[in-house]
């Protein structure tokens, strides 16, 4: 389940000589296990339709940390699976399915259609250095950081656009580390939580607006 979202996609041109000036990072991709556990408790009826357009579903992401730390290498991970498969998680919890299409189609009862456009991934590290009891006993960490921002619209049967808003986190932290053989995987780790949050509240958002009768009271 994935806020359909269109990808920009840096020129070809310019994405080669970026990824051989510098050494590349590839992530584990999506994985379940940096989903949050907690499930905020609402509940929406019908099935979400989100619209991602062909070729977006494999769309690979790949940029530069915009820290001095990091910034000597590419990361590159598939930002399209991990839309879809957060997608899924969000809206299947919350209504009762979702299903992925690649143009917006036509809805009846309370079922919806969601799009949008992925506006921001901007990534970075932090160095954090800590004192102990004296000044010769210091601890040097790492704090990963990400910010997403994504611009969603939803529909509702009769074609009326219940939601048009940005959702943007702003930066995050991410769990801190000494030493890492695979920075990349941290953010990657930091992004999934990131982007989690903010299509929960882009659920709670289209719950809401959908008409009373489209509503399923919380057990």
């Known amino acids: 389940m994935s806020t359909p979202i269109r990808f920009r996609v840096v020129g ?11 050494v590349t990072e590839t992530t584990s991709g999506f994985q379940g296990r940096y989903l949050p556990q ?20 494999d769309f690979r992401w790949a940029g530069k940390a915009s820290s001095w730390i990091g910034s000597d290498a590419i990361l590159e991970l ?16 919350h209504f009762a399915g979702v299903r992925f299409v690649a143009a917006r189609p036509a809805l009846t009862g ?46 509702d049967a009769s074609g009326m656009q219940i939601v048009n808003k940005t959702y943007s986190s702003g930066s995050v932290a991410g769990r801190r580390y000494m030493v890492s053989s695979k ?4 953010i ?10 903010l299509m929960d509240k882009l659920a709670a958002d289209v719950a809401a607006a959908q008409p009373a009768a489209c509503k399923t009271p919380l057990s």
Request: net charge negative; glycine share 8%; aromatic share 8%.
């Open 38 to 57: 907690d499930k905020p408790e609402f509940l929406g009826k019908g099935q979400v339709s989100v619209v991602i357009p062909d070729g977006q579903r």
């Open 188 to 197: 990657n780790e930091a992004l999934h939580g990131t982007l989690h949050d």
């Open 12 to 22: 070809a041109a310019v994405a080669a000589l970026l990824l051989a000036a510098c």
């Open 78 to 93: 598939p930002l399209g699976t991990i839309v879809e498969q957060i997608a899924t998680d969000v809206f299947g919890t």
């Open 183 to 186: 920075p990349g995987e941290r």
């Open 110 to 155: 309370c079922n919806i259609a969601v799009e949008g456009d992925m506006d921001q991934f901007i990534y970075s590290y932090t160095r954090v250095i800590e004192s102990g009891f004296s000044d010769e006993t210091q601890e040097s960490w790492i704090v990963p950081e990400v910010d997403v921002a994504f611009t969603a619209r939803a529909y």
